[in-house]
């Protein structure tokens, strides 16, 4: 799940800044900036009812502005609006995800973090009503 949530990010990215690069990986050695790189920093995973689970996945989407640039605070800043009025949803297959926290810092580079959280349901089959009066004890 968290390569499937890194890879819709990416992609809504590349729409976002055609020419510049995204990492999903370790970012290579001699790798050129501008670029993107994200990676998950965090998940939690709460079990409900059902075995319906509570998801939440914090990315970190770091920035690297153009080298030597005499302007990287405002390229930041350029693409921190972007992201900010971009990146609230995310589609994955036929789902969209909304973004439910965001906070920002950056020094040398931007970092754009943001958890998306949602439910994951057990498949429709798994909840039957013999499954529920298993679970419940209840007969008839």
Do not use: W
């Not at 079990?47 to 970190?60: G, P, Q, V």
């Not at 690297?64 to 994955?92: D, K």
């Amino acid at each position: 799940m968290i390569n499937t949530l890194i890879d819709a990010i990416a992609n809504k990215i590349m729409e976002l800044f055609e020419d510049v690069a995204v990492h999903t990986d370790k970012a290579p050695q001699d790798f050129v900036t501008s670029s993107f790189y994200i990676k998950c920093i965090s998940h939690s995973d709460n079990i409900l009812l059902f075995d319906n689970r509570r998801k939440a996945f914090t990315f970190d989407i770091v920035y690297f502005p153009a080298e030597n640039s005499l302007t990287a605070q405002e390229e930041m800043n350029n693409v921190l609006a972007v992201l900010a009025e971009n990146m609230h949803f995310i589609n994955i297959g036929d789902k969209v995800i909304k973004d439910y926290d965001v906070e920002t810092n950056r020094d040398e580079e931007l970092h754009y973090i943001v958890t998306y959280k949602f439910i994951a349901l057990k498949d429709d089959e798994d909840i039957n009503m013999e499954i529920l009066k298993e679970r419940t004890g209840v007969n008839g």
